[in-house]
């Protein structure tokens, strides 16, 4: 069974823009992951958010964590066309011997 | 330094069939877990596999079986196809079991399987 709901579905925006996509899961966590897939193949792994952590950058990445909500949200700035790729959070219920539980993912087409 | 590899790239099998998929983890890594992709969906967990044995299985049928090797290598193998195990099967591998800090897991590029 899916955890997450990744918001929206789909994203189309234009080069230079902003893309923020949101995931809400439904039972606790010990961490949040983000993974972006590009055409069907493997997972690549952007950031990963502690339970405890608000907000997290990495690069052009920003993740915020807001736990009381259950949600996450992942901002890419200034985006470029080689962004284009599905996007899915991923939540793991425990520091060790955790799985993922992945969310249905966001596809974001970046035009250039 | 060699990340996940899967192998075949691309499967086609007949309906009641079986098949094996291969999975050698990341350099440094002792943990392999299995997912399944559908079109359109996000990965499902299939099990894992730590110290040669399956440690965790998340909702599929005993025709979905794994093994893990001494050198930390991976077979999944599917009894009995049937259509709807048609997929992209994602290998991932970490160390001890959880996600290593900052890096998550390591994904494989996966093994496409038709069932027809």
């Known amino acids: 069974s899916q955890q997450g709901e990744e918001d929206p579905q789909a994203l189309s925006i234009q080069e230079g823009e902003n893309a923020t996509m949101n995931c809400s899961y439904k039972?606790?966590?010990?961490?949040l992951q983000w993974y972006r897939q590009n055409s069907g193949r493997g997972l690549v792994h952007l950031i990963l958010i502690r339970s405890n952590e608000r907000e997290k950058h990495s690069g052009r990445l920003r993740v915020t964590l807001d736990t009381s909500k259950k949600s996450s949200s992942l901002l890419i700035t200034a985006s470029r066309a080689a962004d284009t790729a599905s996007y899915f959070c991923a939540t793991a219920a425990n520091s060790g011997y955790s799985t993922l539980t992945f969310g249905k993912g966001t596809m974001l087409l970046v035009s250039p | 330094d060699a990340g996940v590899t899967q192998s075949p790239t691309h499967l086609i099998k007949t309906r009641g069939q079986q098949v094996t998929l291969r999975c050698s983890p990341k350099?440094?890594?002792?943990?392999v877990s299995w997912y399944q992709q559908a079109l359109g969906q996000g990965p499902q967990f299939i099990f894992q596999?730590?110290?040669?044995?399956?440690?965790q299985r998340g909702n599929f049928p005993d025709r979905f079986s794994g093994h893990q090797f001494p050198n930390y290598s991976s077979e999944l193998n599917v009894n009995a196809l049937l259509l709807g195990d048609s997929a992209l099967y994602l290998c991932a591998s970490s160390w001890r079991q959880g996600a290593t800090p900052n890096y998550g897991y390591t994904f494989g590029s996966g093994t496409r399987l038709t069932v027809v």
């Open positions: 350099s440094g890594h002792d943990t």
């Open positions: 039972t606790s966590i010990n961490n």
């Open positions: 596999y730590y110290e040669e044995e399956e440690r």
